[in-house]
């Protein structure tokens, strides 16, 4: 009597496949995955009745702290969400594409942008929304471009001045429904996050060659 033949699942197929994929596809996953679940996120809050939104970043309150985790997630509304999402997909992937510290970099201007929007956005209020994340991600590719000096991060500096330039506008307190305090602390995350990641940058490569001084020696 023979064995049956054991087929693989689908859930390792479909892991052997992406395995299998391009590295510019695999870097670009994780923010794809990210994206959507900000949309999964946004799809429970329409049911239930917005009431996610609850847990933004509350300025200068403890209780709001938990905010910075849960903010950037969580959008007023399928247009707030939507103005965000191309954003977030094109420089999420130059980023992650540019450098392989994607979860790193959007790590720390999750962080730092929440917690700059914390102490900045006044009492009394609730911010959310990814435009964080999406200035963090415009400054720290220019600022990239500019520490970095090579090419590639040069050009990608370049496109995002050019696609995404007018989002300095948002810096500007003209409309109370816009968080121009997130915008400006997400925008200084990515300056300093770009600072810190091109100085580690730097700091191997010299090690590296270091090594192969020495051991040509």
Do not use: C, K
Request: aromatic share 10%; hydrophobic share 50%; net charge positive.
């Amino acid at each position: 009597m023979s064995d049956p033949v054991r087929r693989p699942s689908s859930n390792r197929q479909m892991i052997g496949r992406l395995r299998s994929s391009p590295d510019w596809v695999q870097r670009a996953l994780p923010v794809l995955g990210l994206v959507l679940l900000m949309w999964v996120l946004e799809i429970i809050d329409l049911f239930a009745g917005g009431r996610l939104n609850q847990f933004g970043i509350q300025p200068l309150d403890a209780s709001g702290l938990p905010g910075i985790l849960f903010a950037p997630l969580l959008h007023s509304g399928f247009g707030h969400l939507i103005s965000n999402t191309l954003p977030l997909l094109v420089m999420g992937t130059m980023v992650a594409w540019l450098t392989r510290q994607w979860w790193v970099i959007t790590a720390g201007i999750w962080l730092l942008g929440g917690v700059g929007t914390w102490l900045l956005g006044g009492l009394g209020t609730n911010h959310i929304g990814a435009s964080v994340i999406v200035y963090g991600y415009a400054a720290f590719l220019v600022a990239y471009g500019i520490l970095a000096r090579r090419f590639a991060a040069i050009l990608a500096a370049v496109a995002v001045v050019l696609l995404y330039g007018g989002i300095v506008w948002g810096f500007l307190p003209m409309n109370p429904r816009i968080s121009w305090q997130g915008h400006l602390a997400g925008a200084a995350a990515g300056v300093l996050v770009a600072f810190a990641d091109t100085r580690h940058a730097r700091r191997d490569w010299r090690e590296r060659r270091e090594t192969l001084v020495d051991g040509r020696g």
